[in-house]
């Protein structure tokens, strides 16, 4: 069964530091999310992506973040200088539809990449 | 602002009985909503989908409602197992989840 993977499984980076989170989307799932979830909380929405840029992000996502589709398969994740409180785990989703009314948005989640900020 | 809020108190059940699990959203009209699992240290997994114009949606023991006027969905799993025992997500079309409710099935 196909699935999103996402590497590395742990980053250990200083603090003002940039790192850059992969993962490889669904091959053909036309939409893509970033979503954090910091230990003991909530999953919370990053950003959203389709046809090659931005379609939705949320006040989290500022401009230390920036999202690419490099080539056909990855999608990356930067943080450009990493802050304490950016330590949390990043899941990458995938799917194939939006998120009209009319379609059916199931997204497909990774396995996430632990972000640990020194 | 919008808010989704199920109860974050664990929910302690016997094997074989059926757990119920509540999602409750505010300020907001949800075009549907959906229902995940997660497990300790992994991604969320798709469960169901229900749409506002739905009262009702089931996948084998698993079920779903969704009622509009008390702005309320509950998630159901009948003859519940111990490999049931996860954290479950309520999330809306505006991809804002709750904090999820863990379930625990005791043998």
């Known amino acids: 069964e196909p699935e999103v993977t996402q590497t590395p499984s742990h980053q250990v980076t200083q603090m003002g530091q940039e790192v850059i989170l992969r993962c490889v989307p669904i091959?053909?799932?036309?939409?893509f999310y970033w979503y954090r979830q910091i230990l003991g909380q909530k999953v919370e929405f990053l950003v959203s992506?389709?046809?090659?840029?931005?379609?939705?992000k949320s006040e989290i996502f500022d401009d230390q973040f920036s999202v690419e589709r490099p080539d056909g398969s990855n999608f990356t994740l930067k943080i450009r200088s990493t802050k304490l409180e950016d330590s949390a785990m990043y899941f990458c989703?995938?799917?194939?539809?939006?998120?009209?009314?009319?379609?059916?948005?199931?997204?497909?989640f990774g396995p996430g990449t632990r972000l640990t900020v020194l | 602002s919008q808010k989704i809020e199920q109860n974050s108190e664990a929910l302690n059940i016997q094997e074989g009985k059926t757990a119920t699990l509540t999602c409750n959203y505010t300020n907001y009209s949800p075009a549907y909503l959906q229902w995940y699992r997660q497990d300790p240290g992994r991604g969320p997994v798709f469960l169901l989908l229900?749409?506002?114009?739905?009262k009702e949606k089931r996948k084998e023991r698993l079920k779903v409602t969704f009622d509009t006027t008390l702005k309320q969905s509950l998630f159901h799993i009948t003859a519940s197992q111990p490999a049931d025992s996860a954290t479950y997500l309520c999330t809306t079309d505006k991809l804002i989840f709750g904090t999820g409710t863990r379930l625990q099935v005791f043998p």
């Open positions: 091959s053909n799932h036309l939409y």
């Open positions: 989703a995938s799917s194939e539809s939006g998120r009209g009314a009319g379609s059916y948005n199931e997204q497909f």
């Open positions: 992506f389709y046809n090659n840029e931005i379609s939705e």
């Open positions: 229900i749409r506002e114009n739905e």
